[in-house]
């Protein structure tokens, strides 16, 4: 197990290098200095004080040694100051920003697994039913489901016609006066549509992987030795067979989870949301590089985590992976 | 597999048929589209902004007056060629990349899976938000960089093929015949590798228009007044309250149209599979 995991640890390190060096890379594809957009916005900007800033960011340096500066700052989470006119340190504005993120990120997860994980097994053991057909067509359509076209129908739907939900933002107006438990509901309102359609095409996708996986499952000895044994069929299906099903779907959800949080700037700036999706957009849109950088890192180092994970379960659920 | 069986029975699967269909409505749409457009899909008629669906306007207009009707029928050329076009990219890149990997395997296969497996932690959908906002956002940019970034499971998908063909009798024959690797890979190995690869290009169709739109909405993918149905829905969403037609049919024209190119390639995935092939029968 120790081996296993010095193993993983060290793939991780040498992923996570390769991705600081493809996010550093695509800032030097813009054209122009990264300082331009900093000195087009201050037109008083003494040349100077230009000259002080490309010193900061180390652009009269070589890239390699702008990269290996940057790197050596990264690790401490130092991603510099932003170039927007508050001039916040990065990492303070991603770490106010990343909490609502994976709040709704890992709800979404928890509620792809409960529900998709009980329909996949359903429709592989009803295999060729009505009910089979019925989610399948499901699974289609919420694999072709723009998940901003999903936002605009629910937001029309139960926002502007049936004045049901709120559309946008996490909070109400008047929000500081609601007592405790008003402000929970509050916040829990705003989050459904957005969660909601984080989640749903996940639902669509791990289902299939579940109903493909179960059916594999289905077809091997052990289950006719179960079935022989007598034991009963919930027993056999959801013992047996669940546990075995499962492993290619852990694989499966640390693999959706670069998707996750990429998606979460579509519905972020669909709903308004204050999370680290909208800030990235933000950031790209202002090409307010120092932010940008910060978040691209940011957001590898969380799938790395996801992987992580997911090979942690991976091993906990099957011996064989630990050798 | 001969090419008139393969189309006997892509009649017979009434998924790829169903998929077939709707992705040659898609071609039609396109290539009929300054025909058959009832506007000019640029045209601004400050006289009809926002109109509802009536006989003049059938889908509606926009908030410049746009007939949104031929609007539509143009953004189906734009979601056909970013998808083609990224989706031949992103086969081409995997397919040089996973052959290299899995015919010359040792460290050139574990350099490449590196790779692979750095490309896959990156959430793509940040880079290419990045990508396109620092380059401009142009359709050929949209679509490379889509291309570049959606290239791994074919690579994947033709390595594992390669390494199960690498050692049978005909390419072992071809090498002690002197042939070049090139040659090898792409007369013997690459066309028995070809059926993952043909589904898969096809559902990296799908996924291409699904981005091109996401981006499109966002506001930095195909630029107005160039018409793309990503970009209807953006303005759909800033007349959310008083245009309902502007969010609903160019959002249904993408769903239709990804579940085809879904619909082709899993049918195509049966109709390939030799384990299905006596069920079937």
Sequence with gaps: ?323 | MKIDAVINRLRANKMAAAGGIIVLCLFLAAALAPLIAPYDPEAVNRHSVLSAPCRAHLLGTDDLGRDVLSRMLFGAGISLSVGFVSAGIATAVGIAIGAAAGYYGKAVDAAVMRFVDIMLSIPTFFLILAVIAFLDSSIWNIMAVIGLTSWMGVSRLVRAEFLSLKNREYVLAAKASGASDLRIIMRHMLPNSLAPVIISAVLGIAAAVLVESALSFLGIGVQPPTPSWGNILSAGKDNLEIAWWLSVFPGLAILVTVMGYNLLGEGLRDIFDPRLWDERS
């Design chain 1, 1 to 323: 197990m120790l081996t296993y995991l010095t193993k993983k640890t060290l793939e991780m390190l040498i992923t996570f290098a390769g991705i600081t060096i493809i996010s550093f890379a695509i800032i030097h594809l813009a054209p122009g200095k990264p300082t331009d957009v900093l000195t087009d916005l201050n037109p008083k900007i003494t040349p100077e004080a230009r000259a002080k800033l490309e010193k900061y960011y180390g652009l009269d340096k070589p890239v390699t040694t702008q990269y290996a500066m940057w790197f050596k700052r990264v690790i401490m989470l130092d991603f510099g100051e932003s170039f927007s006119s508050d001039h916040r340190a990065v990492w303070t504005k991603i770490k106010e920003r990343l909490p609502i993120t994976l709040y709704i990120n890992i709800a979404s997860l928890l509620i792809i697994l409960a529900i998709a994980i009980p329909i996949g097994i359903s429709s592989a053991v009803h295999r060729h039913t009505l009910y089979d057909r019925i989610t399948t067509v499901g699974v289609f359509v919420g694999f072709a489901m723009p998940g901003f076209w999903l936002a605009l129908l629910l937001m029309m739907f139960f926002g502007v016609h049936l004045h049901m939900l709120p559309v946008a933002g996490l909070k109400s107006a008047g929000f500081a006066e609601f007592s405790f438990q008003g402000k929970v509901i509050d916040i829990l309102r705003h989050l459904i549509l957005p969660i909601f359609v984080s989640s749903f095409g996940g639902i669509a996708g791990i289902s299939r992987y579940m109903r493909g996986s179960m059916l594999e499952v289905i077809r091997q000895d052990y289950m006719a030795t179960a079935r022989a044994k007598g034991l009963t069929s919930n027993r056999i299906i959801y013992v047996h067979g669940l546990r075995n099903a499962l492993l290619p779907i852990v694989t499966i959800l640390g693999l959706s989870i670069p998707g996750l949080i990429g998606g979460s700037v579509i519905f972020e700036q669909v709903f308004s949301i204050p999370g680290m999706g909208q800030l990235f957009y933000m950031s790209v849109m202002s090409r307010d590089y120092p932010l940008v950088m910060g978040i691209l890192t940011i957001g590898a180092v969380l799938t790395l985590l996801g992987n992580l994970f997911a090979d942690l379960g991976y091993a906990a659920v099957d011996p064989r992976t630990r050798r």
